[in-house]
Nanobody
Framework: QVQLVESGGGLVQAGGSLRLSCAAS????????MGWFRQAPGKEREFVAR????????YYADSVKGRFTISRDNAKNTVYLQMNSLKPEDTAVYYC????????????WGQGTQVTVSS
């Protein structure tokens, strides 16, 4: 079982930066692929980025590639999402998620943190 708590959201102007953190509890964190998702008002939740257990493999949605960076510190049980060159269309609730026993299936979710980018 993994419990996830996001932090770091807020209001930022277009072109600015934010770093989201996701603190995890549970023995399986360091062996789990972790991801970030987001959901804008009136839209479906969408994938943002993911990172494998040791941080050596990452994958990004085209919409954030080159602007966002996912990383993790297994010693601190924390996953990060560094967001640069933010755009108004990045405004959403951002969720941290962890994969469980089934590859590709995210079983654990945080409560979300709001990111608002003003133009």
């Amino acid at each position: 079982q993994v419990q996830l708590v996001e932090s770091g959201g807020g209001l930022v102007q277009a072109g600015g930066s934010l770093r989201l953190s996701c603190a995890a509890s549970g023995r399986t964190f360091s062996s789990s692929t972790m991801g970030w998702f987001r959901q804008a008002p009136g839209k479906e939740r969408e994938f943002v980025a993911r990172i494998n257990w040791n941080g050596h493999n990452t994958y990004y949605a085209d919409s954030v590639k080159g602007r966002f960076t996912i990383s993790r510190d297994n010693a601190k049980n924390t996953v990060y999402l560094q967001m640069n060159s933010l755009k108004p269309e990045d405004t959403a609730v951002y969720y941290c998620a962890g994969q469980g026993a089934i590859l590709g299936k995210y079983d654990y979710w945080g409560q979300g943190t709001q990111v608002t980018v003003s133009s």
